[in-house]
């Protein structure tokens, strides 16, 4: 005889769901990174503008059933222009949905289908951006309600970015980068992204960091930054990426790229570690000929404006 959990739906242990949420999840770029010590557990401290951008991975996120008492299954496929990102549980978001499920102590069948528009080993975030969508999603799929704050700290523990993700738009980022401050949202200007087929190692980059030098370096000052973000984007902007003087030197096809932007753009640099560099020009600026040159010579490039906010769900 099948027993059933009363009130619950479930019977032998199953409840059927098949709920379906699509999401988005944003790439970002960083208005400013510098880089103030070296942690004890290997971390770095850092003071980092972020900014949300409109280059969006697409994620499909189905909980077919929910369980009760044994460990979930969870799904992973992924398509899309980007090639490289495995489908199994090395992928942040398979990871991401195990860890909400350990956390809530909830389980199920799970499918999540990925489409990649957010090359990888770029320093735009994509893998963070991921996760954070899957943790939103299994958040709304399981009911569970949780504090955006209560998912920014599940996030922390699958990557320094994926915090930011949850809430997106223009943050200041201290700490490793997730202790998070709300800017002044950047709307005026649009970004010009180029990725080169060089693809960068972020440990590495900054295990290459020449610390004795960046201590004594002049900061910028965020109490400088905060009011100039409102009308970013202006050649006065104070914001640099430290990580720069560890990349560039040594890539001199890097370092002749982001030269030259610097040549028509307002503000021009590396994204975190790279090996995207990006640009960034007033709204009304059009940029088809110069991105399309970019292009035809076998580069990752996308013209984007601000993205104002995180993950988004754009279907439930």
């Not at 988005?24 to 503008?49: C, Q, S």
């Not at 398509?79 to 102590?105: H, I």
């Not at 010009?192 to 610390?211: A, C, F």
Request: hydrophobic content about 40%.
């Amino acid at each position: 005889m099948k027993q059933q959990a009363t009130g619950t739906g479930f019977v032998d242990g199953r409840k059927p769901v098949g709920r379906r949420l699509r999401l988005r999840a944003p790439a970002k770029v960083n208005l400013h990174l510098e880089v103030l010590r070296r942690r004890h557990d290997g971390y770095h401290e850092i003071e980092t503008v972020l900014q949300a951008v409109q280059l969006f991975d697409t994620l499909d996120v189905r909980l077919d059933e929910q369980w009760l008492g044994h460990a979930p299954e969870i799904l992973v496929s992924v398509d899309g222009p980007v090639g490289g990102v495995p489908a199994d549980e090395t992928n942040l978001c398979w990871r991401a949905a195990r860890l909400f499920c350990e956390q809530q102590r909830v389980s199920g069948l799970m499918r999540i289908e990925l489409h990649k528009e957010i090359p990888t080993a770029a320093g735009l975030g994509g893998g963070s951006s991921d996760a954070a969508a899957v943790l939103v999603a299994c958040d709304k799929l399981f009911g569970t309600n949780l504090d955006p704050v209560d998912l920014e700290k599940m996030g922390e523990a699958l990557g320094a970015d994926v915090p930011f993700f949850i809430h997106g738009g223009t943050m200041l980022g201290r700490g490793i980068g997730t202790i998070l401050t709300p800017l002044p949202t950047v709307r005026a200007c649009q970004f010009l992204i180029i990725k080169p087929s060089l693809n960068l190692s972020t440990p590495e980059v900054y295990g290459r960091l020449n610390l004795g030098l960046t201590v004594q370096s002049p900061k910028a000052s965020i109490a400088v930054i905060k009011p100039i973000l409102a009308r970013f984007p202006q050649k006065t902007w104070p914001g640099f990426n430290r990580l720069e003087d560890v990349v560039l030197p040594g890539q001199p096809g890097l370092q002749r790229l982001v030269l030259e932007l610097r040549e028509t753009a307002v503000v021009a640099m590396l994204s975190g570690s790279g090996s995207a560099v990006y640009g960034v020009f007033p709204a009304d600026r059009d940029l088809a000929q110069m991105a399309g040159e970019y292009s035809e010579s076998g580069m990752f490039v996308r013209v984007v404006g601000p993205h104002p906010g995180g993950v988004e769900i754009m279907e439930d």
